[in-house]
């Protein structure tokens, strides 16, 4: 009898994770899911080299081959988007030695934030974050540039003394985060694509099962944090969830 009803159970769960999926996909066939791309590729890189106007993005780093447009979403988030075509997480140009080091841009490129605002933002309210393959709504890679969430950072300020340079678990927002930490040498030195996909067990085939996110430490090292998707824990591995775009932490 217990076992019938586990199985009831069970097949109840994946009835539902069924549909869910089938809404979710219904949803995004409504959405223009390269609105990113057209921005980057027919308006941002054409009118810096035509015009040496990079608008509507804020820059077209043509050398270092991305680009940074102001989200609309929140008074301070920004985006980071290559100029290539490169889809997402999934995109195995990722785990080339000659992609541009994406990440390591993003964080240089965090004064955006306080440019926008007028006044300094303390690195501990920053963070960056790209979601997983099905967490996201547009197949040009994006990396958001924006705050940490409150709760967040006080989740990470008491963990920080344990994480070192071993991929360790926690849970944050009630999902099972991989965390490790970073020097900024380190982040420069080699992609944390390539980083994740040499380090952790089984991700260089799943790439696109990852959402990646990076904050600053109280120590000033960085933790680098991964989060693989599950659905049976309605799980997409939306990194972007660490973040708050309205930014309380600057209140």
């Given at each position: 009898m217990q076992a019938r009803r586990r199985s009831l159970t069970l097949l109840i769960i994946a009835f539902i994770l069924l549909i869910a999926g089938l809404i979710a996909g219904a949803v995004q066939l409504h959405k223009?899911?390269?609105?990113?791309?057209q921005i980057v590729s027919e308006k941002c890189v054409p009118d810096m080299t035509q015009r040496g106007n990079?608008?509507?993005?804020?820059?077209?780093?043509?050398?270092?081959g991305y680009v940074t447009?102001?989200?609309?979403?929140?008074p301070l988030q920004y985006l980071l988007m290559p100029i290539a075509k490169i889809t997402g997480m999934e995109s195995p140009i990722l785990l080339e030695p000659t992609t541009p080091n994406l990440f390591a841009a993003a964080w240089q490129q965090r004064r955006l934030l306080a440019q926008k605002r007028g006044a300094p933002v303390d690195d501990r309210v920053l963070s960056l974050a790209i979601n997983a393959q099905y967490g996201r709504t547009?197949?040009?890679?994006?990396?958001?540039?924006?705050?940490?969430?409150?709760?967040?950072?006080?989740?990470?300020?008491?963990?920080?003394?344990?994480?070192?340079?071993?991929?360790?678990?926690?849970?944050?927002?009630?999902h099972r985060w991989l965390i490790r930490t970073l020097s900024?040498?380190?982040?420069?030195?080699?992609?944390?694509?390539?980083?994740?996909?040499?380090?952790?067990?089984?991700?260089r085939g799943e790439m696109g099962k990852y959402g990646l996110a990076l904050a600053q430490l109280p120590d000033g090292r960085l933790a680098l944090l991964a989060l693989e998707r599950n659905w049976l824990?309605?799980?997409?591995?939306?990194?972007?969830?660490?973040?708050?775009?309205?930014?309380?932490?600057?209140?």
């Amino acid at each position: 009898m217990q076992a019938r009803r586990r199985s009831l159970t069970l097949l109840i769960i994946a009835f539902i994770l069924l549909i869910a999926g089938l809404i979710a996909g219904a949803v995004q066939l409504h959405k223009n899911a390269d609105a990113l791309w057209q921005i980057v590729s027919e308006k941002c890189v054409p009118d810096m080299t035509q015009r040496g106007n990079p608008a509507p993005c804020q820059q077209v780093n043509l050398a270092q081959g991305y680009v940074t447009l102001k989200d609309l979403n929140g008074p301070l988030q920004y985006l980071l988007m290559p100029i290539a075509k490169i889809t997402g997480m999934e995109s195995p140009i990722l785990l080339e030695p000659t992609t541009p080091n994406l990440f390591a841009a993003a964080w240089q490129q965090r004064r955006l934030l306080a440019q926008k605002r007028g006044a300094p933002v303390d690195d501990r309210v920053l963070s960056l974050a790209i979601n997983a393959q099905y967490g996201r709504t547009q197949n040009q890679l994006h990396i958001h540039i924006s705050c940490l969430r409150p709760d967040v950072r006080q989740q990470l300020d008491t963990l920080a003394p344990k994480l070192n340079a071993q991929w360790q678990t926690a849970t944050l927002l009630r999902h099972r985060w991989l965390i490790r930490t970073l020097s900024t040498v380190e982040l420069a030195q080699q992609s944390v694509f390539i980083r994740l996909a040499e380090e952790v067990p089984h991700a260089r085939g799943e790439m696109g099962k990852y959402g990646l996110a990076l904050a600053q430490l109280p120590d000033g090292r960085l933790a680098l944090l991964a989060l693989e998707r599950n659905w049976l824990k309605l799980n997409r591995g939306s990194a972007e969830e660490l973040q708050d775009h309205q930014c309380r932490l600057l209140e």
